[in-house]
């Protein structure tokens, strides 16, 4: 399982932001997909998930302002981040699976990317 993040960086309140992950080493279209952030200090969050049907889920966190979407010709995740917030400021990972609900780090470690940083600050 190959996943290269891009797109983090450093933004002002209310600004916007797209992430993208470039997936290999697996088949795309068989897996649900994810984003799960990370916080200093604090453990790993669930943001969002897009199912092989195309069924999506986001946190009560982002519900509203982030999209995530996937291009299976590119085998690429997206997440359009808007109305970014300063609680929004994470180290943001593309991972393999679905990580709702019943978060088990270990499956997360193996199946996540190297991550890229997004700052909200004023």
């Known amino acids: 399982v190959q996943l290269v993040e891009s797109g983090g960086g450093m933004v002002h309140p209310g600004e916007s932001l797209t992430l993208s992950c470039i997936a290999s080493?697996?088949?795309?279209?068989?897996?649900?997909m994810s984003w799960v952030r990370q916080a200093p200090g604090r453990g790993p969050e669930w943001v969002s998930t897009i199912k092989p049907s195309g069924n999506i889920y986001y946190s009560d966190s982002v519900k509203g302002r982030f999209t995530i979407s996937k291009d299976i010709t590119k085998n690429t995740l997206s997440l359009y981040m808007n109305g970014l917030k300063p609680e929004d400021t994470a180290l943001y990972y593309c991972?393999?699976?679905?990580?709702?609900?019943?978060?088990?780090?270990?499956?997360?470690?193996?199946?996540r990317g190297q991550g890229t940083q997004v700052t909200v600050s004023s």
């Open positions: 991972a393999r699976g679905d990580y709702r609900g019943n978060f088990v780090s270990q499956i997360f470690e193996r199946n």
């Open positions: 080493g697996f088949k795309f279209t068989d897996y649900p």
